[in-house]
Nanobody, 121 residues
């Protein structure tokens, strides 16, 4: 069963950096066509942080522009969110969402279970 898994979250001091990773658990070869990172802070609604489409175009929330970078690896089986200059407002559970392409399925969207990022001052 296709399932997205996030990793790389954890505690970090303000001003520090983290890189989140998202890949799929699958017995078959797959690629990520497009995707995004969302986050939900305490008492807040889930928001889109960054996204990319298949041609590589990216978008970012104003709050993270210049600090966060979304990307895929060369094999297109892992997506990343590089987070720099973190501040306490970045504290949230981060979720990846991706359109997965396999040889036997039409592209479809999947969500990860989330990874906690906690930024301390």
């Amino acid at each position: 069963q296709m399932q997205l898994v996030e990793s790389g979250g954890g505690p970090v001091q303000a001003g520090g950096s983290l890189r989140l990773s998202c890949t799929a658990s699958s017995a078959t070869i797959f690629r990520i066509n497009s995707g995004g990172w969302y986050r939900q802070g305490p008492g807040k609604q889930r928001e889109l942080v960054a996204s990319f489409v298949s041609d590589g175009a990216t978008t970012y929330a104003d709050s993270v522009k210049g600090r966060f970078t979304i990307s895929r690896n060369g094999a297109k089986d892992t997506m990343y969110l590089q987070m720099n200059s973190l501040n306490t407002d970045d504290t949230a559970v981060y979720y990846c969402n991706a359109e997965i392409q396999t040889a036997i399925h039409t592209p479809r969207m999947y969500w990860g279970q989330g990874t906690q990022v906690t930024v301390s001052a």
